[in-house]
């Protein structure tokens, strides 16, 4: 039979499309996005209680689509178009631009790889991007995608995942994180009840992908084996990272999708789910 999980509210915040849950461990403090509130939030952990409790907020000028942090508390935020170092006193600079100015597509979700790269999508109307900041530059991984979104590696950093939503396609590729070398990308799985959008690992190599429009989070193994599900009271359930300092909350992210939507629409939720995250590297400046 397989596990199901109940997530639960983890407070009272209602964000328009809540997304990228990233634990901070040296401070002790979540941060995620609200892409269409044009903002970066951070808070508190109850770990006991599940709840989290919302300490600040960095408003940007347009969507924001993911953020990472350094060992140091300095921040990389994929804005609409470009990349964003934030230091700890809120001073901004611009690291990269990775879509053309005026463009219609935007910047979506991002991840940092095990040596502490980070990289992120696109998404919009045509062929979208999978990037990478390097020290030379950006280096285009994709350039054929739909709808770019979540990004997870292996236990041993040796191998890669990304979605692509609209197809539904979760894709794997070899991947060294010392030279930052991808082998051939190749379908793993694909989800079909629902539109995959976000996700994360566990130690054990097994992902837990956010389902939108499924109202749920599935865990399923590398080659789509479905272990569990967590279903969320909200139906755009858009992704999930472990938290606490023993890394054994499931934080989710969801959105608000319409004046219809139940009341969970668009909260964080929290779950116990009986494994513990694998932790994700600070985004080291520089790499």
């Known amino acids: 039979m397989i596990p199901a999980y109940t997530a639960r509210p983890a407070g009272t915040g209602v964000f328009q499309l809540g997304e ?27 770990v006991a209680g599940g709840l989290i409790t919302e300490t600040g907020i960095r408003r940007f000028a347009a969507e924001v689509g993911a953020v990472a942090v350094a060992a140091s508390g300095e921040l990389i935020v994929a804005e609409r178009e470009t ?11 611009e690291l990269a631009r990775v879509l053309p100015r005026g463009t219609p597509s935007r910047l979506n979700d991002g991840a940092v790889d095990p040596a502490g790269r980070f990289l992120v999508g696109s998404l919009g109307p045509g062929r979208e991007v999978l990037v990478r900041l390097d020290p030379g530059g950006l280096t285009t991984l994709d350039a054929d995608l739909r709808l770019s979104n979540g990004l997870a590696w292996s236990p041993a950093g040796d191998r890669m995942y990304s979605i692509d939503t609209v197809p539904g396609t979760i894709w794997a590729r070899d991947y060294d994180a010392v030279t930052g070398a991808t082998g051939e990308r190749r379908e793993a799985f694909r989800v079909t009840d629902g539109s995959p959008d976000g996700m994360c690992a566990d130690v054990e190599g097994n992902l837990w992908i956010a389902v ?7 865990r399923r193994t590398p080659d789509g084996r479905l272990l ?20 054994d909350v499931l934080v989710i992210t969801t959105a608000v999708d319409g004046p219809a939507e139940p009341d969970g629409a668009g909260r964080l939720f929290t779950a116990r789910v009986d494994t513990t995250g694998l932790p994700v590297p600070y985004w080291a400046p520089g790499r």
């Open 228 to 247: 569990a599900t967590v279903t969320v009271g909200a139906p755009h359930t858009t992704s999930a990272a472990f938290a606490g300092p023993d890394l």
């Open 83 to 93: 990349l964003t170092r934030v230091a700890p006193d809120g001073t901004r600079t």
């Open 212 to 218: 939108w429009g499924g109202g749920r989070v599935e």
């Open 20 to 46: 990228g849950p990233v634990w901070d461990p040296g401070r002790q403090r979540l941060l995620w996005v609200d892409i269409d509130g044009h903002a970066v939030h951070e808070g508190t952990l109850d």
